[in-house]
């Protein structure tokens, strides 16, 4: 069945460094793939999307590209905040299906 | 309204005793999802609703657990029977059904003692 694979966390950074979050993936067909976050208190929240190989999601200065051929989609941002602070959930969506199928989710704590 | 609604937002139930959680989605919706985040263990799909289709329940853990969703907007998950490992937040997102993203309400955290 499909899965997804996170770093595993706590991954803690000093405040302007550069984040990278592992993801990889394990899916029949050709998934959209997604990466959401929850801040502390709140409910999940779309970061960012692609739906298709070579694809880019971008948002919030975070990126993440599709890469078919390494089946990954790691999450990335230049220039970290505090308020980056937060759980960072990689997902994926069949292409036949609706459901999304989650990692288990990294935390990241950002130091001022 | 203008985002995923769910109650209560903490519940404290004994062992064996039942529990309804709501999920009020958002309007024109028609898409709507249970999930289950456990301490640790991420997201854990329970169960969709898509318009008048019959729903995909094959994430629901055991028979104690049931969902339904009237009209095609507010959804009830029910939990019979409590047990300690049903201790968990349940989370509700809905979609429009072209979107490929979802929309989560804030959760229930449900504590079974």
């Given at each position: 069945?499909?899965?997804?694979?996170?770093?595993?966390?706590?991954?803690?950074?000093?405040?302007?460094?550069?984040?990278?979050?592992?993801?990889?993936?394990?899916?029949?067909?050709?998934?959209?793939?997604?990466?959401?976050?929850?801040?502390?208190?709140?409910?999940?929240?779309?970061?960012?999307?692609?739906?298709?190989?070579?694809?880019?999601?971008?948002?919030?200065?975070f990126e993440a590209t599709y890469r078919k051929e390494t089946t990954s989609f790691h999450l990335e941002k230049g220039s970290v905040q505090?308020?980056?602070?937060?759980?960072?959930?990689?997902?994926?969506?069949?292409?036949?299906?609706?459901?999304?199928?989650?990692?288990?989710?990294?935390?990241?704590?950002?130091?001022? | 309204?203008?985002?995923?609604?769910?109650?209560?937002?903490?519940?404290?139930?004994?062992?064996?005793?039942?529990?309804?959680?709501?999920?009020?989605?958002?309007?024109?919706?028609?898409?709507?999802?249970?999930?289950?985040?456990?301490?640790?263990?991420?997201?854990?799909?329970?169960?969709?609703?898509?318009?008048?289709?019959?729903?995909?329940?094959?994430?629901?853990?055991?028979?104690?657990?049931?969902?339904?969703?009237?009209?095609?907007?507010?959804?009830?998950?029910?939990?019979?029977?409590?047990?300690?490992?049903?201790?968990?937040?349940?989370?509700?997102?809905?979609?429009?059904?072209?979107?490929?993203?979802?929309?989560?309400?804030?959760?229930?955290?449900?504590?079974?003692?």
């Amino acid at each position: 069945g499909d899965s997804v694979t996170q770093m595993e966390g706590p991954v803690t950074l000093s405040e302007e460094a550069f984040l990278t979050i592992n993801c990889t993936y394990t899916a029949t067909g050709y998934p959209s793939l997604f990466w959401y976050v929850q801040y502390p208190g709140e409910g999940l929240q779309l970061l960012l999307k692609a739906t298709k190989a070579d694809d880019k999601g971008s948002n919030k200065g975070f990126e993440a590209t599709y890469r078919k051929e390494t089946t990954s989609f790691h999450l990335e941002k230049g220039s970290v905040q505090v308020s980056d602070s937060a759980v960072y959930f990689c997902a994926l969506r069949e292409s036949s299906g609706d459901k999304l199928t989650f990692g288990t989710g990294t935390r990241l704590a950002v130091r001022p | 309204g203008a985002g995923v609604s769910q109650s209560p937002s903490n519940k404290v139930t004994e062992k064996g005793k039942d529990v309804e959680l709501r999920c009020d989605p958002i309007s024109g919706h028609t898409a709507l999802y249970w999930y289950r985040q456990s301490l640790g263990q991420g997201l854990e799909f329970l169960i969709y609703f898509q318009g008048n289709s019959a729903p995909d329940k094959s994430g629901l853990p055991s028979d104690r657990f049931s969902a339904e969703r009237t009209g095609g907007s507010v959804s009830t998950l029910t939990i019979q029977r409590t047990q300690q490992e049903d201790s968990a937040v349940y989370l509700c997102a809905s979609s429009p059904v072209s979107d490929y993203g979802y929309t989560f309400g804030s959760g229930t955290r449900l504590t079974v003692v």
